[in-house]
């Protein structure tokens, strides 16, 4: 190796799960815009694959747990003399790989008893407790002074899985979770979801795969799968980090658990259903537009437990494989419309912090939630409630405005005036329809429950129309990507409780703004 490396490049200390390597995508192809010479990483087990996979990381070292091969890295990060490090992990171990390697800037989150080891001991901001855990690698690299900009975790799809259009139907399978058995929703559920599928395609070519340490489990499903006159092929533990890929590359659905695959076909934007359990979807669920999280919302989830400590699992109660198969399937059916960028519509549920535009690059935005729209002066409401679908108009309802509103929208848009904010609501719900909008092309913001639960509801609360296209299309399931505002942890954790179906929780809305619009790209 070259040892003649500048004294200003930058180390990052990588995550050692897979999946949380793959949620740390958008951070480290921020550091390698902020640092173009590259960026070198640090990593255990699969991670280090996945990581030699993305656009400027130059090199990718193995932190192997033996004394002794940990001597050895520590000798020759010292050689390569790097000027600062970024360290993901909050573990005291983390940190002390950067000290003993005497690399003079060391940064990263506070606790565990590391922060003596750093020149830059971040305190986590409560307000992004709840918060997908992406954030908090991307706050990590603010404080540093790198521009951290979001984006959605993607790896170039293998050329080989480029023909996915044949119209062969690969399920892959993934009953494991090295993590623990409580993040497990069951090798029956899975190999009857598999059943039912076979039923409607009965070439398909069924798949399984995961860890070496999930191969017990793999075992259960292809028993069951056998004994139904399936012949799935097990690739569970025998397949190398770039065999993974390209097997759910070229998958037209995959079903897992909250577990490494799941990140992966998320990232490889293949349709990927995932029952959750113990595990928060607002922190760690899947960041494709292609994803559909089913949970039941049981009152001890989420927890951390790596083994469910009471007899049944409380919360897979209820969560049945034909539920599994029907939104899975409607996923695939959602992702088989037709969809133009340019007519995406963001639903704001939210009042922005006042110096925050209202999605100012969006064709259009449709404001529904008459208190959010308080700010806005009396002046500008058109006249007469009978205007509901006319077009660029918002709905406001008349209960909310206050003494002294503010404008946001400076005269750019008509409003035109509802009895009361339900109605606000629903006559915005139908303009939405009227211009073509519907969840298949939209993204959400919210950042209270009654929001949350309104916008889970609304397809059954829709007054009847005329039928349309666009009203059926509105009908299917409500919206995959559902963006939660999350400045009070206990917004988002009450959320995950009640299954409110967000796909992400972003600690601000500025955050949750910002996420949408790369999500509408």
Request: charged content about 20%; aromatic content about 8%.
């Amino acid at each position: 190796m070259d040892n003649a490396i500048s004294h200003h490049a930058l180390l990052a200390r990588g995550l050692n799960w897979l999946g949380d390597a793959v949620i740390s995508i958008p951070a480290i192809r921020a550091l390698a815009l902020a640092r173009p010479e590259g960026v070198a990483v640090v990593a255990r087990g699969g991670a280090r694959e996945l990581y030699r996979a993305l656009p400027g990381v130059t090199e990718v070292w193995d932190d192997k747990k033996s004394p002794r091969d940990r001597y050895r890295l520590i000798r020759e990060l010292k050689k390569r003399r790097f000027g600062e490090a970024i360290l993901f992990p909050n573990s005291f171990g983390a940190a002390l790989l950067a000290f003993l390697a005497r690399i003079p800037v060391r940064i990263g989150y506070a606790g565990d008893g590391r922060s003596l080891l750093l020149t830059e001991a971040v305190a986590k901001n409560r307000a992004a407790l709840g918060a997908h855990e992406a954030f908090s690698y991307l706050s990590l690299l603010e404080t540093a002074g790198i521009p951290a900009p979001f984006v959605l975790p993607s790896l170039a799809r293998p050329e080989a899985a480029k023909g996915r259009e044949s119209g062969e139907f690969r399920l892959a399978l993934a009953p494991g979770a090295s993590y623990g058995t409580a993040k497990r929703f069951g090798a029956k559920g899975f190999a009857k979801t598999a059943r039912l599928y076979a039923e409607i395609f009965p070439r398909a070519q069924i798949t399984l795969v995961g860890a070496a340490a999930e191969i017990g489990e793999a075992q259960a499903a292809l028993a069951l799968l056998r004994a139904s006159g399936l012949t799935p092929l097990d690739l569970t533990g025998k397949t190398t980090f770039a065999e993974l890929v390209r097997v759910l590359a070229e998958a037209s659905l995959v079903l897992c658990n909250d577990s490494g695959v799941m990140h992966l076909a998320a990232a490889l934007r293949t349709p990927v259903a995932v029952p959750f359990g113990p595990t928060n979807p607002l922190a760690t669920g899947p960041l494709s537009r292609e994803s559909r999280i089913l949970r039941v919302g049981a009152e001890c989830s989420p927890c951390k437990y790596r083994h469910c400590p009471k007899p049944e699992k409380l919360c897979y109660r209820g969560l049945e494989p034909e539920s599994l198969f029907r939104e899975s399937r409607a996923l695939l059916k959602f992702l088989s419309l037709p969809r133009d960028p340019a007519r995406s519509l963001i639903l704001s549920f939210v009042a922005p912090p006042r110096e925050t535009a209202i999605a100012p690059d969006a064709p259009l935005a449709f404001v529904l939630d008459a208190v959010a729209l308080a700010s806005i002066p009396p002046s500008r409401l058109a006249p007469g409630p009978d205007q509901g679908t006319r077009p660029d108009a918002f709905p406001l309802g008349t209960d909310s405005l206050k003494p002294k509103p503010r404008a946001y929208f400076q005269g750019k848009y008509p409003l035109f005036q509802a009895p009361d904010a339900r109605r606000a609501r629903l006559w915005g719900a139908e303009m939405a329809l009227s211009r073509g909008f519907t969840p298949q092309n939209s993204v959400f913001l919210a950042n209270s429950l009654a929001a949350l639960r309104e916008i889970k509801d609304l397809p059954k609360t829709l007054p009847d129309a005329r039928p349309s296209p666009a009203r059926d299309a509105a009908l299917a399931p409500w919206p995959v990507a559902l963006v939660l505002n999350a400045d009070e942890p206990s917004l988002a954790r009450q959320a995950a409780r009640e299954n409110l179906i967000p796909t992400v929780c972003a600690p601000s809305f500025a955050r949750a703004l910002e996420w949408a619009q790369s999500y509408l790209k």
